[in-house]
């Protein structure tokens, strides 16, 4: 595999950035000196953007991808609404779901990415991961898609178990959480 630009590492990057500078302007975290460091959060803060808009999206796949120059999907990359990285009904993220629907979606459910990419090294498939389906139903929600968004929040729904409660994954063969 070797070593790589991971575009969700980066965002996340961009949120803890993004996040330590508002706890400086609403909390006033750190007093004058925190609000010292915000010019250089900022500035910061918009180069990763910069950067994961700029090698994070392949316009090829048209698609956010796992990481930079990859043709590989990763739908962890579906939380950027979440955080207000891009809003959902931005045509980069859009392209992104249309592309995690093409290729990730199975039995209604969306894996993380393609294990045979060997982008973890670890051997054999997965099944869907759940945090993964949510994120796509909130993206459909939040782009304006909500007859979509609640057929996979309804979906999803269904597979919990007595408590409510949920496991990483699920496998649509065997109709089991894993």
């Not at 595999?1 to 706890?23: L, P």
């Not at 099944?127 to 993206?139: E, I, K, Q, S, V």
């Not at 898609?145 to 999803?156: Q, W």
Request: proline share 4%; with cysteine; aromatic share 10%.
């Amino acid at each position: 595999c070797g070593r790589r630009h991971f575009t969700h590492s980066k965002v996340m990057a961009w949120v803890a950035i993004d996040r330590a500078a508002r706890a400086i302007e609403e909390f006033g975290i750190g007093g004058d000196e925190g609000r010292g460091h915000l010019p250089h959060l900022h500035a910061l803060r918009e180069r990763i953007r910069a950067e994961v808009l700029d090698r994070g999206f392949n316009p090829r796949v048209n698609a956010f991808t796992q990481s930079y120059g990859s043709d590989h999907l990763d739908a962890s990359v579906l939380v950027m609404p979440h955080y207000g990285f891009l809003p959902a009904d931005d045509p980069r993220m859009r392209g992104t779901v249309t592309a995690i629907e093409r290729s990730l979606m199975r039995d209604g459910f969306v894996l993380r990415y393609d294990t045979q990419s060997g982008a973890d090294g670890l051997p054999g498939v997965e099944g869907a991961f759940l945090a993964c389906t949510f994120w796509l139903a909130d993206n459909y929600a939040f782009s304006g898609r909500i007859d979509d968004a609640e057929a996979v929040f309804e979906r999803l729904l269904g597979l919990r178990n007595h408590l409510g409660l949920y496991a990483e994954a699920y496998d649509p063969v065997l109709k089991r959480q894993t």
